[in-house]
T-cell receptor, first 113, second 112 residues
Framework: KNQVEQSPQSLIILEGKNCTLQCNYTVSPFSNLRWYKQDTGRGPVSLTIMTFSENTKSNGRYTATLDADTKQSSLHITASQLSDSASYICVVSAKGGGNKLTFGTGTQLKVEL | EAQVTQNPRYLITVTGKKLTVTCSQNMNHEYMSWYRQDPGLGLRQIYYSMNVEVTDKGDVPEGYKVSRKEKRNFPLILESPSPNQTSLYFC???????????FGQGTRLTVV
């Protein structure tokens, strides 16, 4: 069964600090891995998308890494801001059959002053 | 502006009263899907459509119907809503290879 597990479940950091969120997956055959940011009560918004051959991708202060051998990904947030407070969801796409997406349950990040 | 529009954003209804949640996209995407999001669970796919008149079940299709008569619209129909369908619903669209999925703003449904 395809699964995506994220850690930690929740995280509180001070503004300006860095943090790293983790994602482990067992999805096969692998197509791509995405990180989404979801503000409370709103739809997820794409941050990064990585295919099998990519091991790092950046979007501003967000940097995602992918290790396809160990089936792990991380999302690093640099110099956090209050607006980074949100849920961060790791999503893995499987090839074929409509490229089905498997969602993690998310890491709830809170950035405080 | 590229967007996925869902209506309504909030809905409270009673058990058994048929309802429809609309979803429309302006990106000419072939692929559209519906998800529900519940506390402690990741988004779960209800139904998806790979093109006009082509729909298929996702992981949790029981109690839901969909239709895809036009490329831009993909309504979600609850023929006889029950309290266990109280949830936050998202519509999403993408090109067929799903390199990037765009989500609507969500519909919070409460069935009493």
């Amino acid at each position: 069964k395809n699964q995506v597990e994220q850690s930690p479940q929740s995280l509180i950091i001070l503004e300006g600090k860095n943090c790293t969120l983790q994602c482990n997956y067992t999805v096969s055959p692998f197509s791509n891995l995405r990180w989404y940011k979801q503000d409370t009560g709103r739809g997820p918004v794409s941050l990064t998308i990585m295919t099998f051959s990519e091991n790092t991708k950046s979007n501003g202060r967000y940097t995602a890494t992918l290790d396809a051998d160990t089936k792990q990904s991380s999302l690093h947030i640099t110099a956090s801001q209050l607006s980074d407070s949100a849920s961060y969801i790791c999503v893995v796409s499987a090839k074929g059959g409509g490229n089905k997406l498997t969602f993690g349950t998310g890491t709830q990040l809170k950035v405080e002053l | 502006e590229a967007q996925v529009t869902q209506n309504p954003r909030y809905l409270i209804t009673v058990t058994g009263k048929k309802l429809t949640v609309t979803c429309s996209q302006n990106m000419n995407h072939e692929y559209m899907s519906w998800y529900r999001q519940d506390p402690g669970l990741g988004l779960r796919q209800i139904y998806y459509s790979m093109n006009v008149e082509v729909t298929d079940k996702g992981d949790v299709p029981e109690g839901y119907k969909v239709s895809r008569k036009e490329k831009r619209n993909f309504p979600l129909i609850l023929e006889s809503p029950s309290p266990n369908q109280t949830s936050l619903y998202f519509c999403a669209s993408s090109s067929l290879d799903q390199t990037e999925a765009f989500f609507g703003q969500g519909t919070r449904l409460t069935v009493v």
